[in-house]
């Protein structure tokens, strides 16, 4: 509770040191690919990086370039050449890869060499002839992976650290590991100040992947609180960009992940909130903002949000009033009838006829 009270002593919608609010600002993050019809079409110039590898890029990247033992962090799809069957997607999983350039598996070889060529924030396309991937044997861990076969990836490079030693992630301490992340986090919250917002997105997504899931189950006590004083804000700074990015499902899955681990975060469950009433999902975004009005009773931003819930349901309610009138339109009034003389005189004459034959009758009776 000590964290949520702490929390209320800021508004929902000002900066601190952990957490950007980019309600105001443009973000130029570009979406994970697609590969619904298997590797992309690229028509960007081939470069030869080796004898087996070349690369066309598909999006520049900006900086430098990763040398001998960097850490390298990034995405990527794998297909054989062959048969074109996708076997592996990083992006799926939603974390990033580690790779130390001199340090790979065997199969990784060529995309390593890719990897070496490659700016942060830059996509491309390689081709990797089978020498270095795979082998002649193929993959046990991937069986649609013939022996022999040429491998095609789609790789993004989100960042790299540069160590001279090649320190992965497993070989650091814990408090090494926190520092890192640390450090990326700041990193981007600077470069986001300046205005360098992609830089700043994949500092934030290289920070949370020295936080991973199997990193944090060993963590307890005061070293899983130090630990989330870092990850959580990044989730919630990514969610942030996501929003003004339109990317609202991606931005409330990152929410999720705060409010997993702590359910009454009012700024994950302020920024669900926005991701859902973008959505349409106005029940469950009022739901979200009332729980944050619990809190945080006296918080504009949150009065705001709900007033703007309010309105947006009552034009709603109009408009469809507009709409079912437009379809059924107002009850029809009934028309006079008009009158039929000539009906009328023929019915005038049957009934004459009937009243004579029926005085006959009785006479004769």
Known sequence: ????????????????????????ASFVHG?????????????SEVEVLHEKVTKQIIKEGHGQKPSK?????????????????????TWNEQRPVELVIGKEKQEMTGLAIGLSSMKSGERALLHVGWELGYGKEGSFSFPNVPPMADIIYEAELIGFD??????????????????????????????????????????????IAYMGDDFMFQLFGKYRDMALAVK????????????????HEEAIMQCNVVLAEDENNVKALFRRGKA?????????????????????????????????LAEHDKALYQKQKEIYKG??????????????????????????????????????D
């Open 31 to 43: 979406e994970p690919p697609q590969d619904a019809n298997g590797p992309p079409k690229v028509d």
């Open 327 to 364: 379809i059924f339109g107002p009850r029809p009034e009934p028309k006079p009838k008009r009158t039929n003389w000539l009906v009328l005189f023929w019915q005038w004459l049957l009934s004459l006829f009937y009243r004579l034959f029926r005085h006959g009758r009785y006479k004769e």
């Open 162 to 207: 540069e160590t001279k030693e090649g320190k992965a992630r497993g070989d650091m301490t814990v408090e090494e590991r926190i520092g890192v992340a640390d450090r990326r986090k700041m990193d981007g919250n600077a470069l986001f100040k300046e205005e360098k917002l992609e830089e700043a997105m994949q500092q934030y997504e290289m920070a």
């Open 232 to 247: 959580n804000p990044c989730h919630l700074n990514m969610a942030a960009c996501l929003i003004k990015l339109k990317r």
């Open 69 to 89: 033992y960097s850490t390298c962090f990034l995405h990527y799809r794998a297909w054989t050449e062959s048969t074109q069957h996708k076997f592996e997607d």
């Open 1 to 24: 509770m000590d964290e949520i009270h702490e929390q209320q002593s800021q508004p929902l919608d000002q900066e601190d040191d952990n957490e950007i609010i980019t309600e105001n």
């Open 276 to 308: 859902r009433a973008e959505l349409g999902q106005t029940d469950a975004a009022r739901e979200d903002y009332l729980k944050v009005r619990k809190f945080a009773p006296e918080d504009k931003a949150v009065a705001r949000e709900l007033r703007l």
